[in-house]
Every structure is written in C-alpha cells, then in structure tokens.
C-alpha cells in the first residue's frame, strides 16, 4: 500500500510547471539551470503500471532526465550532479486536480468571510456580525461556506430578518456548498434590483416563501444576479483577481497540487492568469474550461469567449476546454434526474425529476460547434438523465469521428476532443459501460462521496436506490473507464487538500469520523488507484500528460 508515514503527511511531488515529458520536482529541490540533480534513499512512486517504483530519479533544467536504478539516474546526472538523500521519504508525482474553482477558493482566502459547511445558523449570522464591525455600509459582506443542510432552513422572511440585523444594513452575499446557490439580505436584494414583482431569471429562482416574499435564497442563475452586483463594487477587478489566483493557487501548492483544471473560467480571470505567467508569477499548469453558456458569473460566454481566449493562451495557461452546465445540484432537486425526486413537503411534485438546461438537439449542435474549433468540453450533468443526454451527443461526434478516420481526414483514435462528465454523481447502471466505449472521462469529486453535510442534504431528496447506488467508481474503473479527481474546491469542503479525497476514495466514509458510516463502500478503489485518478489520469484527462502527473 502506498502510506505516508506521520512525518511523510507532505511528500516531495513532482511535476511542477517546470517538469519535463514523464514527471517533474519542485522548483527548490531542482532550480532550472545549475548542476543536475540526484535523488536517492527515497520510496519513489512513480504511478507508472509495470514500473511503479523506482530506486533513484536524475533532474536537469527543471526537468525529470532518468528515474529508473541508482546506476541509471547516476549515468543521465553525471559526475557533477548534486546528491540529495531523501532518507526514505516518499518521493511521488504532482497530484493533479481535474475540477477546480481557483478562482472562487482563492477568494475566499483573499478577500472574504470564512464559514465552515458545519456553522449552524448562530454561527454564521455571529460571524457575519463579527466581520461587518468597521465596515461601512456600502460595503459587501461575501462569504462562504453554507451548509446545504442549513441552506435548507432558510427560505423564509425570519431568516431573512435575522441576517439583515447581523450585517447592520450592510449588503451580504453568503455562497452555499454546491457554489450553485445563495443568501442575500434585504441590501444586497436592493442592490440587485429584485423586488417583490421581479420575476426569476431564466435556469433560476429568488425563492419566496408560502405568502409570496422574498427570502434572499438564490437558487442557481438567480446567483448570477448577486454575483454581478458584488463585481460591480470591486475598484482594480485584475488585480483583486491576480491576489486571489495566488492564494488559491498557494493553497493548491500546499498539498502538493502542481496542475489544475480551473472549472469555470470567465475572460478577466483568463486575463488574469496570462499576465502572472508573463510576470512569472504562475507557478502552476492551469487549464482552462470556458462557459458555453450564461454562467453563475457574470461576463462573455460561448464563441465570443472562445475567440478572446486564444489571445491568453501562454506557456502554462491552456485555455482548452468549453465548459456545458446540463442541470443543477440534486440538493435543491434541480439535478435532471431518471426517476422522480422525494416528496418531502406538500409543496413538492411526485413527478418532479429536476430541470435540464440543454436540450439534447441544442447541446449537439453546440457541442460540435465547440469540437470545430479544436476545442474539449467540461459538461456539469449531476443527475442520470443529465448524465445520458451527454453520452447520447458524444456518441454522435465519436460516430462522425470514426467516419472520418475510415476516410482518412483525421489522426485517429486519442486524436480527438476529450469529454469530461462532471461529476459522475448518478449514472444509470446501463449507462456505466458506456464511459470507456466513447471514451469519456469521469471527473469524479471524492470530496464528497462519504457521509457529510452534503450528502445528508442530498438524502432527504434523491430516490432512495439512486442515492445508495451514487459515485459508482469501482464499476466505471473495471469497465475500463479513466476516472480523474478533482476536489471541486470550494465546493463541500474549505480546503482543496487531495489526501481527503484519496482517503474518502479508499474508504467512502468519513475522513475525521464525525458522520457514522459508509458511502456506497462496495465502489471503493484501491490505494494505487486512487493515486492514479489523482495524478497520472487527471494529467492525461486534461492534455498534460507529456508534462506532469507521472
């Protein structure tokens, strides 16, 4: 099993920007330029099948020139190499993360109010009293992390009050767990615009309780709303963003992250990204997921974003991807599902499945329009029928794909565009064999898979079977499928830390056994697979495995 030891709970990785085509090292341990580099008397895991574990690795320029036998690293080092004895620690790839909101976590830590997804409602109306002292009143208190549980309880004009009097009129938008979601005060409702009349905005709602007010709950592209009016108040967007690109990507760092796949990425934050790595400040692989489509934040989407991110593309910013959002989050039932949600409440439909955005016509076309321009796609489909309408398009394009090859007009198989469903939540059993038939990647978010807040959440809504069949990873890695990790931060959790989600990977249960039980412990991977869907597969998954993740 591959165990880090207590004093091991931060290894050496691998596979930083400067790494080369099959790993990389850290920056301090390997400086580009100078003497190569020699390491030894390490556990070093390469996350290479048939050669998982190699004796020695040599370092030149910032890049992995050998890792093989003593004898072999000391050959590519040469004589003048600098030695460094690892003394058994465990030397390993950059962990890679496939799913990652850089730009949201790295606020948090810049600029904004830290709730945990455990506060219960005094805590957080406590913090935000605490935070809005010495503020002005024209200032926003924005925040997060809600708990979907306590989101639940919110929807009323008490809460609404309540949050009212700890921010003393100042405006306050607090995100929820899902990042799908909202709460606002009466201010930052004023702000918005939205009054008693306005009506919801298309893909969301400002939630009303039984008489008809305003709650200041925001469900999915109502959030948009809120969003905006925040941006509206932010003097220098570039450089509040380039402040929050470099906490975030710190905290990635932190853990070992040394390439991510930023989830959701409007223009000012591509922008943002090109001139740190132009400055030299980037010191990270970042691929970029563009929105197809009119997104949380505000800003261009689609073609028009398309086009302008050419002009971003730099050494390590790799605006690659197209970002499809299909359906919402199964905890506020806007996940498009096969089967019919919960009735919880007199209020709820017993043929409620949830919303679908796109319809399968339009994301077809949409998606072969995005492929035309050489582009891969991100597809958020958390519900199984979300889940079928993405598979149901790909197995078209893969179908034209292969019509093509036959006629000679294209490379061939792996030369295409990459397909990510994100996050392999609900998938029906017929559909499970179908990932590795067309080739599609399961962006799974382990960081949720065990019992939590969340999910306890998610319980009170999804179809019961549905629910115990969820995150089935054992079945898509047997049928062949690639399954790449992403944390999904900020989502769920505060923190982007890859060893929760190897450990919740392992066990499906609780990383600090505060919630009883297990997840699904029947789609447990293995230790070796766990670190693979954290580096080499997400490497690969995202077009970086000639430069990181093994």
């Known amino acids: 099993m591959i ?44 996350a290479e099948p048939g050669r998982e574990w190699v004796e020695a690795l040599a370092v030149a320029e910032g890049k992995i020139i050998a890792a093989g036998t003593l004898a072999e690293a000391e050959r590519a080092a040469g004589p003048d190499a600098e030695r460094l004895d690892a003394r058994g620690a465990l ?29 219960r409602v005094e805590q957080i109306l ?104 925040v941006a509206d108040s932010i003097e220098d967007l570039d450089a509040y963003l380039r402040r929050a690109l470099q906490a975030g990507l710190g905290a990635a760092h932190s853990f070992g992250i040394t390439a991510v796949q930023e989830a959701a990425t409007m223009e000012p934050t591509l922008r943002a990204l090109h001139q740190m790595d132009v400055a030299g400040e980037l010191t990270g692989w970042v691929v970029t997921s563009m929105p197809a489509q009119p997104f949380l934040e505000p800003g261009t989407v689609g073609p028009e974003l398309f086009d302008a991110a050419e002009q971003y593309r730099s050494d390590h910013v790799r605006p690659d991807f197209a970002k499809y959002v299909l359906d919402g989050v199964p905890t506020t039932r806007t996940s498009a599902m096969l089967n019919p949600y919960r009735c919880c409440s007199d209020q709820h439909s017993p043929e409620d499945r949830g919303h679908l955005i796109w319809e399968p016509d339009a994301l077809l076309t949409s998606l072969k329009d995005t492929v035309s321009r050489g582009l891969s796609a991100k597809l958020h489909a958390t519900g199984d029928a979300a889940v079928r309408i993405v598979l149901d398009a790909v197995e078209q394009i893969r179908a034209e794909e292969a019509g093509r090859t036959a006629a000679g007009q294209t490379a061939g198989p792996g030369s295409g565009p990459r397909f990510h469903v994100a996050h392999a939540e609900y998938i029906a059993e017929e559909d499970l064999p179908r990932f590795a038939e067309l080739d599609v990647v399961a962006d799974a978010s382990p960081y949720i898979w065990y019992p939590s807040v969340i999910q306890s959440s998610i319980a009170q809504q999804v179809d019961e079977k549905v629910f115990n069949d969820s995150w089935p990873m054992r079945d898509l890695v047997d049928s062949g499928a690639v399954v790449a990790a992403g944390s999904d931060w900020p989502c769920a959790l505060p923190s982007p830390d890859p060893w929760v989600g190897l450990q919740t990977m392992v066990t499906r249960s609780s990383p600090d056994g505060s919630q009883p039980g297990a997840l699904n412990p029947n789609q447990a991977l293995t230790v070796q697979e766990a670190v693979a869907a954290f580096t080499r597969e997400p490497a690969r998954a995202m077009g970086l495995g000639e430069v990181t993740g093994h």
């Not at 390997?30 to 008397?41: K, M, N, S, Y």
């Not at 790295?106 to 455990?118: H, S």
């Not at 949050?163 to 100042?170: F, P, S, T, Y």
């Not at 306050?172 to 905005?201: F, I, K, Q």
């Open 3 to 46: 165990e880090p030891t207590p004093d091991e709970k931060a290894p050496q990785t691998t596979g930083g920007p400067s790494s080369g085509a099959s790993s990389g090292t850290t920056s301090e341990s390997a400086p580009d330029g100078g003497r190569p580099l020699l390491v030894t008397g390490a556990r070093i895991y390469t």
């Open 91 to 119: 030397v390993m790839p950059g962990f890679c993360d496939v799913h990652i909101h850089l730009g949201l976590g790295g606020r948090q830590l810049a600029w904004e109010l830290p709730l945990l997804p455990t506060d």
């Open 126 to 229: 406590a913090k935000v009293r605490h935070w809005s002292a010495g503020k002005g009143q024209d200032e926003w208190i924005v925040g997060g992390i809600v708990g979907s549980t306590v989101l639940d309880t919110l929807a009323n004009t008490e809460m609404l009050a309540a949050l009212d009097e700890a921010a003393g009129g100042r405006p306050v938008m607090l995100r929820d767990d899902s990042m799908h979601n909202r709460w606002v005060n009466s201010r930052a409702l004023e702000l918005m615009g939205v009054g008693p009349d306005t009506p919801d905005p298309k893909d969301g709602t400002y939630v009303r309780d039984r008489e008809g007010a305003l709650t200041g709950v925001l469900w999915e592209m109502a959030s948009q709303v809120a969003e905006a009016a």
